[in-house]
């Protein structure tokens, strides 16, 4: 007996020793993580990523757009940028058909540029968290300090994403549920629904709001005739799966706060986006946000590193991807 209550101890010695010595993947993270073997990494990323926004805009929310989507499934891992043969993947995943190619291929770019300078070094999952950053300054948004030393993902499955990315049309309290399963409050929910200020939406994701079971009224939420009317010459009932238009009808190439005073207009596009107005818990910071733009760029990046820290990789549960559509077993 006291043979067994003495292996017992050290069994539990051991275990906490052993949960003492293994830092969370958070806390591994620094804006110094490359500073010895990868010091240029950030401007090599740049100086790709601004290449291809010189090439079309649709790289800014395209590239956002998609370190959002990796983050909010699995972690910040750049499982997201996985290609399968056979079609299984997250970016397979329906609510993942959406995202544009210009996202993918700056990730793509800045990736081969860094491999260049420092090949194995550097994770996919870092080069998207770079990109992300760098797209929102390149459109007059705000640029932050971003955390690095995350590890890329080793899985990838089509089947992780339902349930787990925001929809157009979810209420706020659902939304609410959602980011804060990642750690992000209220507020961090309503600054980074700003990023649909440099957005776009193909017409299927509202289609169901403008025309209500399909009798031809829009939503009352549109509360101008005038935009209803706007979209639904963008958006007739047959339009093509392809056809998108501006998540901000103002500024649509200015990373502003225009979103927010649109929403007190009427203007939001998604029913989701319109509700953070209307809603008891989240009208107070899009108020805030829509009044002071300084406070609306300083949310909007404390958001940003918190959302970057969710699910991270380290040890055995990553790796650092040589092409990162691909893992490298």
């Known amino acids: ?10 069994l539990a010695v051991a275990v906490v020793a052993a949960i003492a010595v293994v830092p969370s993947a958070a806390a591994k993270l620094s804006p110094g993580y490359y500073r010895t073997t990868c010091p240029r990494v950030e401007s090599i990323v740049r100086s790709a990523v601004a290449r291809k926004v010189r090439e079309t805009f649709v790289t800014v929310p395209a590239t956002l757009r998609l370190f959002f989507h990796d983050c909010f499934v699995q972690g910040c891992d750049a499982s997201v940028m996985i290609a399968s043969g056979s079609n299984d993947a997250e970016k397979d995943a329906p609510d993942n058909e959406s995202l544009a190619g210009d996202g993918f291929d700056t990730v793509v770019r800045a990736k081969a540029a860094v491999e260049k300078a420092c090949p194995g070094v550097v994770s996919c999952a870092d080069v998207l968290a770079l990109a992300a950053r760098d797209v929102v300054s390149m459109s007059s948004g705000p640029r932050w300090t971003v955390e690095l030393g995350r590890l890329d993902g080793l899985v990838s499955k089509a089947g992780d994403v339902a349930g787990r990315l925001p929809g157009p049309d979810m209420p706020p309290d659902a939304l609410a549920a959602m980011f804060a399963d990642n750690n992000l409050t209220v507020r961090d929910m309503v600054a980074l629904s ?41 958006c007739p009932q047959d339009v093509g799966p392809t056809i998108a238009v501006d998540m901000d009808p103002v500024t649509p190439t200015v990373f502003d706060n225009a979103y927010y005073a649109n929403l007190a207009r009427g203007l939001g596009l998604f029913a989701s986006d319109q509700a953070l107005h209307d809603g008891a818990a989240s009208r107070p910071a899009v108020e805030g946000f829509a009044r002071n733009q300084t406070l609306f760029f300083e949310a909007f990046k404390e958001a940003m590193v ?18 990162c559509t691909a893992f490298n077993r």
Request: hydrophobic share 30%.
């Open 194 to 234: 700003g990023a649909h200020t440099v957005g776009f939406s193909h017409c299927a994701r509202f289609a169901g709001r403008l025309y209500r079971s399909g009798s031809g009224g829009a939503d009352p939420s549109y509360y101008r005739a005038s935009y209803a009317r706007q979209l639904k010459a963008a």
């Open 1 to 10: 007996m006291e043979r067994r209550r003495r292996s017992a101890c050290l």
């Open 306 to 323: 918190k959302l970057g820290r969710v699910g991270v990789k380290s040890g055995r549960s990553g790796e650092i991807r040589r092409d």
